[in-house]
């Protein structure tokens, strides 16, 4: 069984529609993060949460919220989804003071 | 200036060659380097990491870092058509928030038969 998982794979949706993504995983990791990838720009960081009770911004998170429902879950939410936020969502988790992330698969999501 | 920059490629590369991927970045004080493989529509597996000067070799795969160049490099020997994949470099920072880890654009590895 995978250690991160992201539900769901793949969204199409109309703008203004609320969307929420969920991320779970299985490692006993206390931080988790949410990434967007788009072609050639690489992997950009919307929110991370280093416990249940801390929640912090990462580059891009206007337009984004989040929410740690409990150590293993991360889900992050699109308030009203707009055509720009089409993009491939990436959920990752690590240990403190460990250096690896590991990824969710991914889920693809586009906005119309 | 991006903080973590790659060529986005795509790096062509006949099977069996070298392939040589760099990768430059804008803060001086980054501690740790990392190397991501990405295959198309798969999200990122880490397939090297380092955080010393000089070279850190893994397999087929040879990580290279200079801090005073602010410079990492990785080379594919023998290079497999299963080697063609996306390579995302990714560089780790600690601020006073916490760690950052930046990643790069990637860039794209094409090896052919």
């Known amino acids: 069984d995978a250690d991160v998982t992201q539900t769901p794979r793949n969204r199409i949706t109309k703008t203004g529609k609320r969307i929420m993504l969920e991320c779970s995983q299985t490692k006993g990791h206390d931080r988790m993060y949410w990434y967007r990838q788009d072609p050639g720009l690489g992997l950009r960081l919307i929110y991370y949460?280093?416990?249940?009770?801390?929640?912090n911004k990462g580059e891009i998170s206007d337009g984004y919220s989040v929410s740690r429902q409990a150590q293993a879950k991360f889900s992050l939410s699109l308030e009203s989804a707009i055509p720009n936020q089409t993009a491939l969502y990436f959920c990752?988790?690590?240990?403190?003071?460990?250096?690896?992330?590991?990824f969710g698969p991914g889920t693809r999501l586009t906005v119309l | 200036q991006k903080e973590v920059e790659q060529n986005s490629g795509p790096l062509s590369v006949p099977e069996g060659a070298i392939a040589s991927l760099n990768c430059t970045y804008s803060d001086r004080v980054s501690q740790s380097f990392f190397w991501y493989r990405q295959y198309s529509g798969k999200s990122p597996e880490l397939i090297m990491s380092i955080y010393s000067n000089g070279d850190k070799e893994d397999g087929r795969f040879t990580a290279q870092l200079n801090k005073a160049s602010q410079y990492v490099s990785l080379l594919i020997r023998d290079s497999q058509p299963s080697d063609s994949a996306t390579y995302l470099c990714?560089?780790?920072?600690?601020?006073?928030?916490?760690?950052?880890?930046?990643f790069g654009g990637g860039t794209r590895v094409l090896v052919k038969p």
């Open positions: 949460s280093f416990d249940v009770k801390d929640i």
């Open positions: 990714a560089v780790n920072t600690i601020k006073a928030a916490g760690n950052k880890l930046t």
């Open positions: 990752a988790s690590r240990a403190s003071g460990a250096d690896t992330q590991y």
